[in-house]
């Protein structure tokens, strides 16, 4: 299945997979709509060129939307059903109007992803959160300075260490290292 990985991270991520529609918390529905539209900004002013305005405000860092939840504020599934399968149609018809080889791509920030999460060969510890000084998890792995947890995750037999911030965001282990996309995109110019 396309999304066995996304589900991986998710799962090592300590993120909710949900088998049925159900309303989330005020903090999930902004880590949705931050992780959605900061990559799509990041597609249109970083990858098209193009700067979106909204009343005049050029908007150029995907990074700087603020998002809120308004108290009264319902969640819609039929929107959201309509809104993302719109969104994975218009990702498509992106990738066949510019020629982006999409599926490689996704499949290789898929396994970037995982790289996340620091495996810890031979851990005896269980499942804990582990104390600031344990952070470096016997690699010299270091965290950037808005960690505010790291844990220690089981999937299957495997245990991993995940640093989280205060929105509950996964964050990079000084281990992880950029995805390489740059032989795709040479293949597909």
């Not at 999409?102 to 499942?127: A, M, P, R, S």
């Not at 947890?149 to 282990?173: E, F, I, L, S, W």
């Amino acid at each position: 299945m396309q999304g066995d990985k996304v589900r991986t991270f998710m799962t090592l991520g300590g993120q909710m997979i949900s088998q049925r529609l159900r309303s989330g918390t005020t903090e999930e529905r902004k880590l949705g709509a931050h992780l959605l539209l900061s990559e799509v900004l990041e597609y249109v002013i970083k990858g098209l060129g193009v700067i979106p305005e909204v009343n005049g405000h050029k908007i150029t860092d995907p990074e700087a939307m603020q998002y809120n939840v308004p108290s009264d504020s319902k969640m819609a599934p039929l929107e959201m059903l309509d809104g993302l399968a719109d969104v994975a149609y218009t990702m498509y018809w992106n990738a066949l109007s510019f020629g982006v080889p999409l599926e490689e791509g996704y499949d290789l920030v898929c396994d970037n992803n995982l790289e996340k999460f620091v495996k810890l060969d031979g851990w005896q510890g269980g499942e804990v959160t582990l104390a600031p000084e344990q952070w470096h998890c016997g690699k010299a792995i270091t965290w950037p300075n808005d960690v505010v947890t790291v844990n220690v995750v089981r999937v299957n037999a495997d245990y991993y260490a995940v640093g989280k911030d205060v929105r509950r965001k996964v964050r990079k282990p000084s281990s992880f290292r950029s995805v390489k996309l740059e032989a795709l995109v040479d293949a597909a110019a």
